[in-house]
Structure formats: structure tokens, C-alpha cells
């Protein structure tokens, strides 16, 4: 009896939260009355509205634009289809909004066809008024951005069965304050089929995250079938249907691009490396002792360099991920050959891997591509590291952006107690909170890049992905977009919460905001109350 009774007041108590969290959401949204503007996630770097209601012609809408004949800008012509078809999800009845309906945007952009790499001018305009919609973007990626903006402003009215834009006029002027904001993916631990990670595509681009961080291998599962290396796979994979081939690659890197996302491939290197061994045993210290890499052999780098190769012919971002992280030394030193190669360099097993990385991310540059490593690599080499290569902390506890922006190198926060997506019981509030530029000068904040989400994949699959990331990510994708300012949890619970009900109309399955990661509802409710 007492624990029934205990759990009578815990659901109380929930359903107390559940409606203030309900009440609030409906003073944002305007529902009650008290209408503080539409409520768009990420929160844009500036947007006024007023009172107006604009009815759209859902029917007829379409998005033209001002310079040339649509069908002549790829890849916005395909862009423009897709918001005209997810834009509206139901079908408009016979009575309509009255008043004459917005039935185009018009939309102005600098180069439709720039390339969708690192520093893309992701700034737009949107203008809703009683002229019409009106999108100007220097590059098409800031229009796939203002696009997402619209089509969270266009809502259905379930009264007069048509769709329209509250709180017109609305003008937007956006664009990120960082320039770099991921979600990392892990199909190492789990296979995730393409079509899950496609669908994992759609989700970013709502949020307005710029980069999918593909985590390739680990330990565990080594399933790229590099065209030159197939033996990697055919021995690393967990099965032969688990693997991703070279068009593969290049349909998830086409398929990101044409939603502005960025792709940047991860093979963890020296460490988190044992399933190289099974393909490749040679690369490996011995079949008893198999990580990190062996840092004398040549093969292991002519690997590594054919492998980046192949990799990069698809994945053709201007970073590569070299991995860096938990490197545990101690298969060198019990290594008999490797301890003699040491000992005939003079090298510590730091040096050792310093000399790894180092030569790891010599064959970077000379693709001409940018290393980006986890803070280990930073640690271990400190102020000779080159320049241009991007530090990640994911220690939550160390000070590596701080001491790495002091010494002039660029760096990315994945911080594990409050960004990494696997850990179940970091709420999004806690996520939220976070602040990227945190005991930085100005001038050091100029050098953080930013950062992002870690999907780490030992508890998820395809059949969870999804809810696992979301809502939570959303809290990281808006402390990288919006304003330094917009920080206050209390203030975005309301917004989080339409976001996270529109994220499941877009079919995106995630879970409540108010419980764990991938919690799912305790009891029934409305979608906005839980």
C-alpha cells in the first residue's frame, strides 16, 4: 500500500509538470491568448511579427525563383519540391481562410550551386506578409534554412480547414553563430542501414544542424568496403549484409548535401582499432593483443592513406576525422618487435604516439584535407600539433578548448556528461545549459568552431536511433545556432516542446521532453504536455 501510494503522488506530481509545461506551451504558441510570437526552433538571431493572420494556398503553392527558371537551378529544384510536398500535411477543405491566400515564395539567392563545405554562408531573410513570402540567401543552403523556418511558421487551422501564418507580418534576419554543428553517428557498435541514416539526415536538417560525423569503425566493426581494401570488411563487419559500399557513401553524402549537411568520415585510429586485425592481421601487435595499430610497420600507413583515399572520393568534405582517443600503449611495450623499434627511436610510448598521429595526419594533408582529433592527440602533442588541425574536448572535466584556443588552434566542444546523446539519463535541460564559449576571451571564443551531439551506438539500432537523438539534440543544434543569449531553459521548454510535436509530424519519431533519453510517454496526454 505504501508504494502504491508513493507512486500515486509521484503521477501526481508528474501530471502537476506535464500541465504547467501544457499551460506554458499554450501562452507561447498563442492558444490562450497570449501571444509572444511563433515559436520556430532554433530560435532565429532576430525575427519580429505582429498580429495578422495569413491564409496559404496549399494547393497551388509553390517556390519560385527571381534570377533564373526553376528548373534550371539544381540543386534547389528538387529542394523546393520537397518543402512544397512535407509542408502540408493535410488536405485543405472547401472553406478555406478568407482573405487571398500567399500562394509562392519568391526566392532570391547569390549562388545556388556553392559548394556545401566548411564556412558556407548559411545567412537568410524570410518575409511573410501580405504580399507574399519573400526568401533572399547569399548561397542555397541559406535558403534550405529559411525554408525550415517557413515551414514550422505555416500551420494548420483545424476550424476552417486550411493553412495559415499567425502572428504576420513575420520578418526573419538569421544565420548561425557557429559554423560547425553535428550530430556524431556511430555504425561501428550497431549497423545502421542507409535508410535509417538518411532518415537521421532529414531530422538534422530540421533542427538546422550542418554536419552528419560519421564514426565508421571501432573495436568492434570495421563495415566500409573500401573499393581498394576489401579484406577490412569482409573481415570486419559483423556480417556480410552489415556493410556499406562506395555508392553507399556517396548516396549519404549526396543525400546530406542537398540539404546543406556536410559529411566528415571517422576511422579511430591508432586505438579503437581491433577490427582492422581481422582482415588485415599484419597491421595489428599480435592475435592476443590487438590495439592500437602497429606504429612500425609501413603497411599500417599505406593502409590508412589507400583507405582515406577511397573514402574520400565519396565523403569529399574538406575535414577528415583521424579518432586519437583511449589509445592504450600497453600492447606496444608488451610487444616484442615494436618494444625494439621504440627502444632503436628513443621514443617513450607518448612519442610513439605522437609519431602515429603525426604520420596519420601527414597523409591528411597531402589529400588536402584538415585533421580533425580528439583531445588526446592535443595532450600528447601539445603546441607542436599543426595548426589547422581541429581539437575536439569530449571530456567533460578537462580544459582543452580553453588551453587549445590560448595556443591559437581551433576546437569543438562533444562534452560526454552533457552532449553525449548515449547517456540516457542527461535530460535536455542539462544540454541546454551548456555554453560553448564558457571561460573564453572573445578572442579565443572566435576560434571555437562549435561542436555537437554524440550518437554513440552500443545501445542503439535502427529500431532507436531516432528517439534516442531526439529531442535532446535539439537543445545542443540551438545553443549553436541561435544568440549567446538565448540560454534560459524555462524560456525554451515551450518552444522545445512544439518543436518536438512537430518533429513527429514530420514523422521523426521522439521521445517526450520531459523524461530520460528515448523515454517513452507514461501515460496518455497531449503530445504538447509530455
Not at 538571431?45 to 496559404?56: K, L
Request: aromatic share 10%; charged share 20%; glycine share 8%.
Amino acid at each position: 500500500k505504501a508504494t502504491v501510494s508513493v507512486l500515486n503522488w509521484i503521477l501526481h506530481i508528474r501530471r502537476i509538470t506535464m500541465l504547467r509545461t501544457a499551460a506554458l506551451l499554450c501562452a507561447a504558441v498563442g492558444l490562450r491568448g497570449d501571444d509572444v510570437g511563433p515559436a520556430v526552433w532554433p530560435q532565429p538571431f532576430n525575427m519580429t511579427w505582429g498580429t495578422a493572420v495569413y491564409p496559404v494556398d496549399s494547393t497551388h503553392f509553390k517556390f519560385t525563383l527571381a534570377s533564373r527558371p526553376t528548373e534550371d537551378a539544381s540543386p534547389l529544384t528538387a529542394a523546393f519540391a520537397r518543402f512544397e510536398a512535407s509542408m502540408f500535411p493535410h488536405r485543405a477543405g472547401e472553406q478555406g481562410e478568407g482573405g487571398v491566400p500567399l500562394a509562392s515564395a519568391l526566392v532570391t539567392v547569390g549562388d545556388p550551386d556553392a559548394a556545401v563545405d566548411f564556412g558556407v554562408d548559411e545567412s537568410y531573410t524570410l518575409t511573410v506578409d501580405e504580399r507574399g513570402v519573400a526568401i533572399a540567401a547569399a548561397t542555397q543552403v541559406g535558403v534550405y534554412r529559411a525554408m525550415e523556418t517557413l515551414r514550422q511558421l505555416v500551420v494548420f487551422n483545424f476550424t476552417t480547414e486550411g493553412y495559415v501564418v499567425k502572428n504576420g507580418p513575420v520578418r526573419v534576419a538569421d544565420a548561425p553563430r557557429f559554423p560547425h554543428r553535428e550530430v556524431m553517428v556511430d555504425t561501428a557498435r550497431h549497423f545502421q542501414p542507409v535508410a535509417s541514416l538518411l532518415r537521421v539526415v532529414d531530422s538534422l536538417a530540421a533542427a538546422k544542424f550542418n554536419v552528419l560525423h560519421w564514426h565508421l569503425s571501432d573495436a568492434e566493426s570495421f563495415p566500409y568496403k573500401a573499393p581498394s581494401l576489401p579484406r577490412l570488411a569482409a573481415g570486419g563487419a559483423y556480417s556480410p549484409s552489415e556493410q556499406y559500399t562506395q555508392h553507399d557513401l556517396e548516396d549519404v553524402v549526396g543525400y546530406a548535401r542537398a540539404r546543406g549537411i556536410r559529411v566528415i568520415v571517422e576511422f579511430d585510429t591508432p586505438g579503437h582499432a581491433a577490427s582492422w586485425c581481422q582482415g588485415m592481421p599484419e597491421l595489428c601487435p599480435s592475435a592476443a593483443c590487438t590495439s592500437p595499430l602497429r606504429p612500425n610497420n609501413e603497411a599500417t600507413f599505406d593502409t590508412y592513406r589507400t583507405l582515406l583515399r577511397d573514402a574520400t572520393r565519396a565523403a569529399t568534405d574538406g575535414f577528415v576525422h583521424i579518432g586519437g582517443d583511449e589509445a592504450d600503449t600497453t600492447c606496444w611495450e608488451k610487444t616484442a618487435d615494436i618494444k625494439a623499434w621504440m627502444a632503436g627511436k628513443n621514443f617513450t610510448a607518448t612519442e610513439a604516439y605522437n609519431y602515429f598521429t603525426g604520420r596519420v595526419m601527414g597523409v591528411v594533408a597531402e589529400l588536402g584535407k584538415t585533421a580533425v582529433a580528439w583531445e588526446e592527440v592535443y595532450t600528447a602533442v601539445g603546441k607542436k600539433l599543426p595548426k589547422d588541425v581541429v581539437v575536439v574536448q569530449w571530456r567533460s572535466q578537462s580544459t582543452i578548448c580553453e588551453n587549445a584556443t590560448a595556443d591559437g588552434y581551433r576546437c569543438l566542444r562533444q562534452q560526454d556528461h552533457e552532449w553525449y546523446l548515449d547517456k540516457l539519463g542527461v535530460k535536455w535541460g542539462r544540454m541546454y545549459r551548456v555554453e560553448p564559449c564558457a571561460s573564453l576571451s572573445d578572442a579565443q571564443c572566435k576560434l571555437m568552431l562549435g561542436g555537437g551531439g554524440a550518437m554513440w551506438g552500443e545501445t542503439v539500432d535502427a529500431s532507436d536511433i531516432l528517439n534516442t537523438i531526439w529531442p535532446r539534440a535539439a537543445a545542443v543544434a540551438e545553443r549553436l545556432w541561435s544568440p549567446r543569449y538565448v540560454a534560459d531553459v524555462d524560456a525554451a521548454t515551450p518552444r522545445l516542446a512544439a518543436f518536438r510535436c512537430y518533429l513527429t509530424r514530420l514523422g521523426v519519431p521522439a521521445a517526450p521532453i520531459d523524461g530520460d533519453g528515448r523515454a517513452p510517454p507514461l501515460e496518455p496526454g497531449s503530445c504538447f504536455a509530455q
